[in-house]
């Protein structure tokens, strides 16, 4: 086999590197080859300075421009294509972000994209879930460069410190000029990332409103220091925003512990939590299918549950 | 759906076939285009096995005006359709393509951006809000964190969310209309594309199993299992 020479497309918000980048770092080391980061941004010497530090980066890529702002695909995209010359492998976290721009990516370079990997069995043979996680599939990418999505519940951390990488400027590519940013509502608060935070409390259709989906919830995700999620019959219900969703559709995460409160564990929520350390269920139907894999249950009406559980913490 | 025992595939002999839910969304919010003079033909496309005509002829329902099926029996991965795809945004000269953002069995959530990279074109994905006006769109899409919006210059790809819109319920008397609407039927040679695999399957096994645990018999107990048995908080 060729060279294995991988490229990290890092995820960063120009400060520093998103923990998915991290993960993303793990499942490229364990190709065996050399890794290179690839930071497209604007002002993004802090995060350029973050990847260097990385644990097993050999090289940082930074590319500095307004046009990489808002991680427009069709710019990351052409950034990525313009360095491709030399590497084997091209990695992205499957986030939001990553799963918009990889795709671009492969079909330009005229191969097929890997999603979503959960395991490096070889350099070109891969593990992914299919059917909501409730199959494994083991593929052999057939093509000689690889694009690959890597789900980060699959992979470790690298560590954040430890590495001594070059940083090397790149020029960048010019604007697309076909989409251009308008605004964003990101919601500002001070809990953990859902897809990196360490606890997260999960609430289902139970809570019943939005008001009482916050008053119950909040106090103990406050005391757990826990990010906040929910199940689909939630967000669709109103109770809480679009991007708290967990779940085949929503987001995949792994947490040391997961609360899961009032949610009855629909195949589509289980897929996107089950590979939690630890899963705590609290729901007054003793049937509801979250017993199955909840390594704790508590069967009882969570409006007296979770205010209890607050208090003795 | 459950595995096959010789770890080939997943056996879905006894499933029953439908729209996927998010290119549903993608129907409905084509249609609601129309409707709003926006739009001024719906043409709706499916790339796969003789079977998709049915789902097709539901998309006429919907509200489609006519369909496009490229039949092929062989697996189609989302590079060929992405190829196939851009074929016919080549022949039929679209103002916006909507899909829908993924496939609900292999979840790949590829072919959408795979098309606007090979078709050239601007791309939203994961589409929770879409206006058109004076040759541009404005989409605001589900990303990390929330919400952003993005305008894109038609023609443009667009990959729907799950709460871009709630499709509405067929009636009889469309489902009867669409029995009647066009449908053109090719093959991946008429367009000139190339179908092959870029990805083998060499095995399809179960995950691990987890197993479920133990009923706590209050929150005491709980708290008392999380610190010192489990040593998560």
């Given amino acids: ?313 | 759906m459950r595995v096959k025992s010789d770890g080939t595939g997943v056996d879905i002999a006894n499933v029953k076939m439908s729209m996927n839910p998010f290119d549903e969304i993608a129907v409905e919010e084509a249609v609601r285009l129309k409707e709003k003079g926006v739009a001024t033909e719906v043409i709706a496309v499916s790339c796969g096995v003789q079977q998709c005509q049915e789902t097709l002829r539901t998309a006429m329902a919907i509200g489609a005006d006519r369909a496009i099926l490229v039949q092929c029996d062989d697996e189609l991965q989302p590079l060929a359709v992405a190829k196939l795809l851009k074929a016919l945004v080549d022949k039929e000269q679209p103002g916006l393509v909507l899909l829908g953002k993924q496939a609900i069995d292999d979840d790949c959530n590829q072919t959408g951006q795979m098309l606007a990279a090979l078709a050239d074109l601007p791309q939203a994905t994961f589409a929770s809000k879409v206006e058109v006006a004076d040759g541009f769109a404005n989409v605001t899409r589900e990303v990390d964190g929330g919400l952003e919006t993005l305008k894109v210059k038609l023609p443009a790809v667009v990959t729907t969310d799950l709460r871009l819109n709630e499709p509405r319920y067929v009636t009889l008397p469309n489902i009867m209309k669409a029995k009647k609407k066009q449908m053109d039927v090719l093959k991946p040679a008429d367009l000139g594309v190339d179908v092959k695999s870029h990805l083998k399957t060499l095995k399809v096994s179960e995950p691990p199993k987890r197993g479920a645990g133990v009923k706590v018999a209050d929150v005491s107990a709980l708290v008392a299992k999380l610190k010192t048995e489990a040593k998560v908080i």
């Avoid at chain 1, 497209?40 to 644990?55: F, L, R």
């Avoid at chain 1, 690298?158 to 509502?185: H, L, M, N, R, Y």
């Avoid at chain 1, 103990?220 to 559709?249: E, F, H, I």
């Fill in chain 1, 1 to 313: 086999m060729a060279e294995i020479n991988a490229l990290v497309i890092a995820e960063h918000d120009n400060a520093g590197v998103r923990p998915a980048t991290l993960n993303t770092v793990t499942a490229a080391k364990q190709l065996g080859g050399a890794v290179t980061v690839l930071i497209a941004g604007s002002g993004a010497a802090g995060a350029a300075k973050a990847a260097a530090a990385i644990d097993g980066v050999a090289k940082v890529l930074h590319a500095d421009a307004d046009i990489f702002a808002h991680g427009l695909a069709e710019n990351v995209a052409a950034q990525v294509l313009a360095l491709a010359s030399g590497y084997s492998h091209f990695l992205f976290a499957a986030t939001a972000s990553g799963k918009n721009i990889s795709p671009r990516v492969a079909a330009k370079l005229d191969v097929g994209q890997i999603s979503d990997i959960t395991k490096v069995i070889s350099p070109d043979t891969f593990e992914r879930p299919i059917y909501a996680g409730n199959a494994i599939a083991t593929v052999q990418s057939l093509d000689a460069l690889k694009v690959i999505t890597v789900r980060t519940t699959g992979f470790d951390p690298a560590p954040a410190t430890g590495g001594s990488a070059t940083v090397e400027t790149v020029q960048s590519v010019g604007d697309s000029g076909k989409a251009s940013f308008v605004g964003a509502e990101i919601a500002k608060n001070d809990r953990p990332e859902l897809t990196s935070a360490k606890i997260i409390v999960s609430g289902g259709r139970a809570l019943g409103s939005s008001d009482k989906f916050n008053e119950v919830l909040t106090p103990l995700a406050d005391k757990l220091g826990a990010a906040l999620g929910a199940s689909r019959a939630a967000v669709d219900a109103g109770y809480a925003p679009n991007d708290w969703q967990v779940g085949q559709t929503g987001k995949i995460v792994a947490p040391q512990l997961y609360v899961a409160i009032g949610i009855s564990g629909a195949i589509q929520h289980l897929a996107g939590m089950k590979d939690s350390k630890v899963i705590v269920a609290i729901n007054k139907d003793e049937e509801a299918p979250i017993f199955s894999v909840a390594d704790y249950g508590l069967v009882q009406d969570l409006f007296t549950a979770v205010p209890e559980l607050v208090k003795s913490l």
